[in-house]
């Protein structure tokens, strides 16, 4: 969660004042109100962008029209992210995005006015807008109305973060954690209360104990999956990875990206045990010849690089251990030895590794491949301890082999 201050004044003095004990209290953005930039113009954003080079400035425009040249303005005096009216034509919106994403800078688009706000949130995704606000106006809030009533409904139609504004306090805020919301925005809770820094310090307290859980429920998450994963284990596929590491003249390890990383912490703690161990890509890796082994790490068993790899060992009479989620991809044809190493599901395919692993619904849990990258570094460090029993290396053992320049 983000906590965003809303500075609604007139006086940009004033604002800053209060700004810089909100920061010291921990908030995350910091708007610049509409009254403000109607007053000072585009010189109350770049003041505070200035004065808080740290914090995401947050231009609330309520743009209407022209959301190409108001975007533009804005980001060129420093704005991070910039405020869009929901009811505001769709080319609108579009020319705002694309102005957006060339100076780098996010779009949030506010739905106060919108009738049907659970259906425009739904158009605003579908054309990329980067957040929705769920907004009870000032005047609305006199009349009794409160963001509440349409948090929840927006919260479960999008997949886009949700801002939610209107009246927040100490005693209102659980209630949209509760519901959901990503960026809470907070106005005359803070500006007018008489120690603006305790308020909103009190504010981040409240969200910590969301965080914790966030972080232990994605622990306790990946740990189950590992379990499972350990319990899956093949001992065919194991005992054909031991054998063929034993066997190998030299051993060349490689993955991309986060695989690689997990990769290199492999290939070190081989190092430690005296195996002839390389990592394909440093500059001391020799020629792959025959009777060495290639392990190659892929989730997708898919990726370009790693397969070539594999062709090439294949083609030296080298042999090759993949490591991956499919044991039917390229490269686990392609490979003498696979030891499978369940992703997501077993109903997922090859084709769509990647585009599965960045879907929102999965991202704040383990995203991009972290359950197969995880359970394949718990994987690794088990045959680090059984070869420890197999050749009776100690922990002193591989101490003698650590690095001593660092």
Do not use: C
């Not at 490591?323 to 769509?352: F, M």
């Not at 990258?373 to 045959?383: A, H, N, Q, R, Y």
């Amino acid at each position: 969660m983000i906590l965003q201050v809303a500075l609604d004044l007139t006086d940009i003095e004033q604002a800053i004042s209060i700004a810089e004990k909100a920061a010291r209290g921990g908030a995350h953005w910091l708007e610049v109100g509409t009254p403000l930039i109607k007053k000072e113009g585009m010189r109350a954003v770049e003041l505070m962008k200035r004065r808080f080079p740290d914090r995401k400035i947050v231009a609330d425009l309520k743009t209407m029209d022209t959301g190409a040249l108001e975007v533009e303005m804005a980001a060129r005096h420093g704005a991070d992210v910039v405020s869009i009216l929901g009811v505001a034509d769709n080319k609108t919106i579009k020319d705002a995005l694309m102005v957006a994403r060339k100076y780098g800078i996010k779009v949030m688009v506010d739905l106060i006015g919108v009738k049907d706000k659970v259906k425009r949130a739904k158009e605003l995704e579908e054309m990329g807008v980067h957040y929705i606000l769920v907004h009870t106006g000032i005047d609305e809030q006199a009349q009794g109305k409160s963001p509440l009533e349409d948090l929840e409904k927006v919260v479960k139609a999008v997949k886009i973060p949700v801002a939610v504004a209107g009246g927040l306090n100490l005693e209102t805020i659980p209630k949209v954690i509760e519901l959901g919301a990503t960026i809470i925005i907070v106005g005359g809770a803070i500006t007018k209360s008489e120690n603006p820094e305790e308020v909103t310090r009190r504010i981040i307290d409240l969200f910590w104990g969301e965080y914790m859980q966030t972080i232990r429920k994605a622990m306790h998450d990946i740990t189950e999956h590992i379990g499972h994963v350990a319990d899956a284990l093949r001992l065919e596929e194991v005992r054909g990875m031991i054998d063929a590491m034993i066997g190998a003249n030299k051993i060349f390890i490689y993955g991309a990206g986060r695989s690689g990383l997990v990769g290199k912490a492999f290939a070190m703690r081989l190092m430690h045990l005296d195996f002839n161990v390389y990592v394909v890509g440093e500059t001391i890796t020799p020629a792959f010849e025959e009777g060495d082994l290639l392990i190659a790490i892929s989730g997708s068993g898919e990726t370009r690089t790693i397969v070539d790899a594999a062709e090439i060992a294949k083609k030296q009479g080298g042999k090759v251990v993949a490591i991956t989620s499919y044991k039917n991809s390229t490269l686990g044809k392609l490979a003498d030895v696979v030891v499978e190493i369940p992703g997501r599901a077993k109903t997922d395919v090859p084709t769509d590794y990647i585009a599965r692993q960045m879907l929102t619904q999965y991202k704040w849990i383990a995203p991009m491949g972290t359950l197969f990258e995880d359970s394949t570094m718990v994987f690794l460090d088990g045959i680090i301890a059984l070869l420890m029993a197999t050749f009776q290396k100690t922990e002193k053992d591989m101490k003698k082999k650590h690095a001593t320049l660092e």
